[in-house]
């Protein structure tokens, strides 16, 4: 099996598709090198070898080392230089690289090759001998840390005590004789900590450093945002041994980190930061405030034209926006890297249609380029528009560079792992560090917003906030941060841990307090997209909506009716006039513990009103879409007091003696209510429910339809357990419209269904269906049941289930995404069933899956009709319901006959 693959001198082994094998920066190397672009040359240990690695108790595959030793050689021979040469030495540097962009989560080492006798050739090479102790000092102490593990902090205050000693303000003001002194001061603490001297052998110095780079795939960082990321399926890490170009020898040198358009807006735009006289981790590391490309432009024009020109081919290439790592060696350009660059989401949006639009890509590849994510990250909040500037002068604290939008609110935590101990306890935290590095990536998930005193918009914290869509400001340098005392002070204010603030990374200004924050409005570019795949899918899109304004904000958001109109949330609260909602609690409450039809139909009587007028605006908020109306479906005991004080008070409004409501409160306990009295089965026992429900939708109807509104209701049982059961309902329904239509003189079509919610219902669905018109699956019941976990409590064990670090049983929350295998396949069980039966049978989703974009595809997959889902989560479902189109065409299965006919 070949390991190893060699790139340089113009020619590649392997190819830009080989990411799987590669890594993507290997993959792009290779890549790069094929069409032509100044690359160094190196070779690519595959992720094969590190598959291999962690497969055998961490031992390297047979015929490695001969295959590393080989492809050194070429690399020799190539570069004309060799590794530890005492006169021209060959360095290189070891980078990691998966298949799957993880920045800064792996092990670099650089400068290798380098050693006692070594650095006196790059001296002489060079003529430069400061920049070649600067060289010798950065390798060992990558060396030393990445690969030995002794502590950074350790060498770190060795290097500012030699800064100190020759009143060096910067790197680049310590001379030569500081650079010597320290590595010098380094070998010895090494010494003393491994009892070794340090590794002067260039291949035992290769090997160390290709173990670290492999072990660095599973160093807890990494696997936490693989985690996070939902990074799975990778074999592990390649390790790219590169020949070295050096940034930091001189003024006619440098680094940068560029990307192809702006990734904060889209803009088509050359954006990146580049540093003068450095070497590519200073950049990253965000300890010096680099230089715009803008600025480049003026100052080295020569150099920005090469590097413009890189830009265009490989973005031309790759048809994607690149993120470009670039080294200058004495006004040579080297391209280290290139890959995919991470963005924010409205950048997301206005990239792929830009590219549609100059005819880089297809509408296909662009809806395909957008995640669910980026879609619900468009609705972060902003600082509100509304507030005076003049207050939020008042409030302001200090500013630094706007890396990603939005805006946030939480309390000052200067440590990640006291980030994620508040935000665990439920505070809203904004994490501020002078800079963050991969080991803050747990603190920085958890925060709502980011702030670092140094760093550009390339830093780490910058991109992997951007990665999130998460607000996010940095280089804000006028921000004095006292770690050990936990508070921040700039132009005079001091904010201590725990005190609130409030970020705008689209400013780039950091407030004291908690300031209003908007929502935002979409990019031009997400209509335009969201509009692409409203043409492409078959699947119709609904909303889960119990009040006119859901439903007015569900058809901002592209619902196509409403799937689910749970009517109880109308018993508690009325949304359009909220100071008559004590009347309806009353109501509601009064027919439950009445002990007489009588008295429950007085008390529905007074309830029929209330439903008529949500009904009505339901109806008129979604004219000509289909509204979904659920009868009622929780257990009754929630709507009664259990509290003696509040059956006291109920009692004193009621006239009912607080003993009987004591008693009808006790009555109705039950040990299993999610199993109890509940669903249709309410229907059955108090009809008079049904008949009011019925009526009232039939009537406000009757009465849109007077004014010209298209209403198409449909009539829903929840929870349904047998043929016979929905018959007796669907007759009931039936006689009370029916006879409420005719009386009217109308003509008003209705249907009427059940939701599919227990195992039963869907194993018996031909029977069912020989009932309902149509069948809406309810799959937060459905999956309870079906696997018999508490939708309620099994929050308590379920992570343990799903992370894969420990039980790892599920590969997700079957709550959030549906178990396909299980409850997904009883639904296709329950839909062939069903239309074996009724043809036509209307089928669609219900249960908070809707939204869920895995689900979605299935939904699609399975033939359904339509999905449902809240408000927000429409535009996710209309994505994911376009996603599933195009991955049936490539994956080459014809469409279902007469699925998915958007009839909803
Ligand atoms: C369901 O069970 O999936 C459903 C939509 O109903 P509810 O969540 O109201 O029980
Ligand atoms: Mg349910």
Same mark, same amino acid.
């Given at each position: 099996?070949?390991?190893?693959?060699?790139?340089?001198?113009?020619?590649?082994?392997?190819?830009?598709?080989?990411?799987?094998?590669?890594?993507?920066?290997?993959?792009?190397?290779?890549?790069?090198?094929?069409?032509?672009?100044?690359?160094?040359?190196?070779?690519?240990?595959?992720?094969?070898?590190?598959?291999?690695?962690?497969?055998?108790?961490?031992?390297?595959?047979?015929?490695?080392?001969?295959?590393?030793?080989?492809?050194?050689?070429?690399?020799?021979?190539?570069?004309?230089?060799?590794?530890?040469?005492?006169?021209?030495?060959?360095?290189?540097?070891?980078?990691?690289?998966?298949?799957?962009?993880?920045?800064?989560?792996?092990?670099?080492?650089?400068?290798?090759?380098?050693?006692?006798?070594?650095?006196?050739?790059?001296?002489?090479?060079?003529?430069?001998?400061?920049?070649?102790?600067?060289?010798?000092?950065?390798?060992?102490?990558?060396?030393?840390?990445?690969?030995?593990?002794?502590?950074?902090?350790?060498?770190? *205050?060795?290097?500012?005590?030699?800064?100190?000693?020759?009143?060096?303000?910067?790197?680049?003001?310590?001379? =030569?004789?500081?650079?010597?002194?320290?590595?010098?001061?380094?070998?010895?603490?090494?010494?003393?900590?491994?009892?070794?001297?340090?590794?002067?052998?260039?291949?035992?110095?290769?090997?160390?450093?290709?173990?670290?780079?492999?072990?660095?795939?599973?160093?807890?960082?990494?696997?936490?945002?693989?985690?996070?990321?939902?990074?799975?399926? &990778?074999?592990?890490?390649?390790?790219?041994?590169?020949?070295?170009?050096?940034?930091?020898?001189?003024?006619?040198?440098?680094?940068?980190?560029?990307?192809?358009?702006?990734?904060?807006?889209?803009?088509?735009?050359?954006?990146?930061?580049?540093?003068?006289?450095?070497?590519?981790?200073?950049?990253?590391?965000?300890?010096?405030?680099?230089? *715009?490309?803008?600025?480049?432009?003026?100052?080295?024009?020569?150099?920005?034209?090469?590097?413009?020109?890189?830009?265009?081919?490989?973005?031309?290439?790759?048809?994607?926006?690149?993120?470009?790592?670039?080294?200058?060696?004495?006004?040579?350009?080297?391209?280290?890297?290139?890959?995919?660059?991470?963005?924010?989401?409205?950048?997301?949006?206005?990239?792929?249609?830009?590219?549609?639009?100059?005819?880089?890509?297809?509408?296909?590849?662009?809806?395909?380029?957008?995640?669910?994510?980026?879609?619900?990250?468009?609705?972060?909040?902003?600082?509100?528009?509304?507030?005076?500037?003049?207050?939020?002068?008042?409030?302001?604290?200090?500013?630094?560079?706007?890396?990603?939008?939005?805006?946030?609110?939480?309390?000052?935590?200067?440590?990640?792992?006291?980030?994620?101990?508040?935000?665990?306890?439920?505070?809203?935290?904004?994490?501020?560090?002078?800079?963050?590095?991969?080991?803050?990536?747990?603190?920085?998930?958890?925060?709502?917003?980011?702030?670092?005193?140094?760093?550009?918009?390339?830093?780490?914290?910058?991109?992997?906030?951007?990665?999130?869509?998460?607000?996010?400001?940095?280089?804000?340098?006028?921000?004095?941060?006292?770690?050990?005392?936990?508070?921040?002070?700039?132009?005079?204010?001091?904010?201590?841990?725990?005190?609130?603030?409030?970020?705008?990374?689209?400013?780039?200004?950091?407030?004291?307090?908690?300031?209003?924050?908007?929502?935002?409005?979409?990019?031009?570019?997400?209509?335009?997209?969201?509009?692409?795949?409203?043409?492409?899918?078959?699947?119709?899109?609904?909303?889960?909506?119990?009040?006119?304004?859901? =439903?007015?904000?569900?058809?901002?958001?592209?619902?196509?009716?409403?799937?689910?109109?749970?009517?109880?949330?109308?018993?508690?609260?009325?949304?359009?006039?909220?100071?008559?909602?004590?009347?309806?609690?009353?109501?509601?409450?009064?027919?439950?513990?009445?002990?007489?039809?009588?008295?429950?139909?007085?008390?529905?009587?007074?309830?029929?009103?209330?439903?008529?007028?949500?009904?009505?605006?339901?109806?008129?908020?979604?004219?000509?879409?289909?509204?979904?109306?659920?009868?009622?479906?929780?257990?009754?005991?929630?709507?009664?007091?259990?509290?003696?004080?509040?059956?006291?008070?109920?009692?004193?409004?009621?006239?009912?003696?607080?003993?009987?409501?004591?008693?009808?409160?006790?009555?109705?306990?039950?040990?299993?209510?999610?199993?109890?009295?509940?669903?249709?089965? &309410?229907?059955?026992?108090?009809?008079?429910?049904?008949?009011?429900?019925?009526?009232?939708?039939?009537?406000?109807?009757?009465?849109?339809?007077?004014?010209?509104?298209?209403?198409?209701?449909?009539?829903?049982?929840?929870?349904?357990?047998?043929?016979?059961?929905?018959?007796?309902?669907?007759?009931?329904?039936?006689?009370?419209?029916?006879?409420?239509?005719?009386?009217?003189?109308?003509?008003?079509?209705?249907?009427?269904?059940?939701?599919?919610?227990?195992?039963?219902?869907?194993? &018996?669905?031909?029977?069912?269906?020989?009932?309902?018109?149509?069948?809406?699956?309810?799959?937060?019941?459905?999956?309870?049941?079906?696997?018999?976990?508490?939708?309620?409590?099994?929050?308590?064990?379920?992570?343990?289930?799903?992370?894969?670090?420990?039980?790892?049983?599920?590969?997700?929350?079957?709550?959030?995404? &549906?178990?396909?295998?299980?409850?997904?396949?009883?639904?296709?069980?329950?839909?062939?069933?069903?239309?074996?039966?009724?043809?036509?049978?209307?089928?669609?989703?219900?249960?908070? *899956?809707?939204?869920?974009?895995?689900?979605?595809?299935?939904?699609?997959?399975?033939?359904?009709?339509?999905?449902?889902?809240?408000?927000?989560?429409?535009?996710?479902?209309?994505?994911?319901?376009?996603?599933?189109?195009?991955?049936?065409?490539?994956?080459?299965?014809?469409?279902?006959?007469?699925?998915?006919?958007?009839?909803?």
């Amino acid at each position: 099996m070949k390991y190893v693959y060699f790139f340089g001198g113009k020619k590649a082994e392997g190819h830009g598709e080989m990411r799987e094998v590669l890594g993507g920066k290997g993959a792009g190397l290779h890549e790069m090198t094929r069409i032509g672009l100044p690359v160094p040359a190196g070779f690519t240990i595959s992720t094969e070898a590190c598959d291999h690695f962690f497969q055998h108790e961490k031992k390297y595959p047979r015929g490695l080392e001969s295959e590393v030793r080989k492809h050194l050689r070429r690399l020799e021979k190539v570069t004309g230089k060799t590794l530890g040469d005492p006169g021209d030495p060959l360095l290189v540097s070891v980078r990691s690289g998966s298949a799957r962009s993880m920045p800064g989560m792996m092990e670099t080492i650089l400068n290798l090759g380098l050693n006692d006798r070594s650095v006196q050739g790059l001296t002489n090479k060079t003529g430069n001998e400061r920049f070649a102790y600067d060289a010798y000092r950065r390798f060992v102490q990558m060396y030393s840390t990445v690969v030995i593990g002794l502590p950074k902090e350790d060498l770190e *205050h060795r290097l500012r005590a030699m800064r100190q000693r020759y009143s060096a303000k910067q790197d680049t003001d310590v001379p =030569a004789a500081g650079w010597k002194e320290l590595v010098g001061e380094y070998q010895k603490f090494y010494r003393e900590r491994t009892g070794k001297p340090f590794p002067q052998d260039p291949l035992e110095q290769l090997w160390g450093a290709i173990g670290a780079v492999f072990l660095s795939w599973m160093a807890e960082k990494a696997v936490t945002y693989r985690r996070v990321e939902k990074i799975t399926g &990778l074999l592990g890490t390649a390790v790219n041994v590169v020949q070295m170009v050096f940034g930091n020898k001189g003024e006619s040198s440098g680094t940068g980190v560029c990307f192809t358009r702006d990734p904060s807006t889209g803009e088509k735009v050359f954006y990146g930061d580049f540093l003068i006289n450095a070497q590519g981790e200073d950049v990253v590391a965000g300890i010096r405030t680099p230089m *715009h490309l803008a600025e480049m432009r003026k100052h080295m024009p020569g150099l920005y034209k090469q590097i413009e020109r890189v830009r265009v081919l490989l973005e031309s290439h790759y048809r994607e926006m690149q993120d470009i790592e670039f080294t200058v060696e004495e006004g040579k350009l080297y391209v280290l890297q290139t890959r995919g660059g991470k963005r924010t989401p409205a950048a997301t949006f206005r990239i792929a249609v830009d590219m549609v639009k100059e005819g880089l890509i297809k509408r296909e590849t662009a809806i395909q380029r957008i995640k669910a994510e980026d879609v619900e990250r468009l609705f972060y909040p902003v600082v509100d528009p509304g507030i005076a500037r003049t207050d939020l002068a008042k409030r302001k604290i200090a500013s630094g560079i706007n890396a990603v939008p939005g805006a946030a609110v939480g309390q000052a935590v200067f440590t990640a792992h006291e980030a994620e101990a508040m935000a665990a306890g439920g505070a809203k935290v904004i994490l501020v560090r002078k800079e963050t590095s991969p080991e803050d990536v747990g603190g920085m998930f958890v925060a709502q917003g980011v702030l670092t005193a140094t760093g550009g918009k390339t830093s780490h914290a910058a991109v992997v906030a951007r990665g999130w869509g998460k607000c996010c400001v940095v280089g804000c340098e006028q921000l004095d941060i006292d770690y050990a005392s936990k508070k921040m002070s700039a132009n005079g204010r001091v904010v201590n841990q725990g005190d609130w603030i409030t970020l705008d990374g689209s400013d780039g200004v950091v407030y004291e307090g908690q300031v209003a924050l908007a929502q935002p409005e979409f990019p031009p570019a997400y209509n335009t997209l969201m509009g692409w795949c409203d043409e492409i899918r078959r699947l119709g899109v609904r909303t889960n909506a119990d009040t006119p304004h859901d =439903a007015r904000k569900a058809r901002e958001m592209g619902a196509e009716g409403i799937g689910l109109c749970r009517t109880e949330h109308m018993f508690f609260k009325d949304f359009e006039q909220p100071e008559r909602s004590a009347e309806r609690q009353l109501a509601i409450q009064e027919m439950i513990v009445a002990d007489s039809p009588e008295a429950r139909h007085r008390a529905l009587d007074r309830l029929l009103p209330f439903q008529r007028r949500d009904f009505a605006g339901i109806f008129e908020a979604m004219d000509g879409f289909p509204v979904t109306i659920r009868l009622i479906d929780p257990p009754l005991h929630e709507f009664v007091p259990h509290e003696r004080d509040k059956q006291e008070e109920l009692s004193q409004k009621i006239g009912v003696p607080v003993e009987v409501i004591a008693r009808r409160v006790a009555q109705l306990h039950e040990a299993n209510p999610m199993l109890g009295h509940r669903g249709c089965r &309410l229907s059955i026992t108090y009809p008079e429910i049904l008949v009011m429900q019925v009526t009232a939708i039939i009537e406000a109807a009757i009465d849109c339809r007077k004014r010209g509104i298209k209403v198409l209701p449909e009539i829903m049982h929840p929870l349904t357990l047998d043929r016979k059961e929905l018959r007796i309902l669907e007759q009931e329904t039936r006689r009370v419209a029916d006879a409420i239509i005719a009386q009217a003189g109308v003509k008003l079509a209705y249907l009427v269904g059940t939701m599919i919610e227990l195992p039963r219902a869907a194993l &018996l669905a031909d029977q069912i269906a020989e009932v309902a018109e149509f069948f809406s699956f309810g799959t937060n019941d459905l999956t309870q049941t079906v696997m018999g976990l508490s939708r309620d409590d099994s929050g308590r064990f379920l992570p343990e289930y799903v992370d894969e670090k420990k039980a790892g049983i599920f590969p997700s929350d079957p709550f959030q995404t &549906l178990d396909i295998p299980g409850v997904g396949m009883l639904m296709l069980w329950a839909i062939e069933r069903g239309r074996a039966v009724r043809p036509k049978l209307k089928i669609g989703i219900c249960g908070e *899956h809707g939204g869920d974009a895995e689900s979605v595809k299935f939904c699609h997959r399975a033939g359904m009709d339509y999905v449902s889902a809240s408000p927000f989560r429409v535009p996710i479902s209309r994505l994911a319901a376009a996603q599933a189109v195009i991955e049936e065409k490539q994956s080459g299965k014809p469409k279902k006959k007469g699925r998915n006919a958007r009839a909803s």
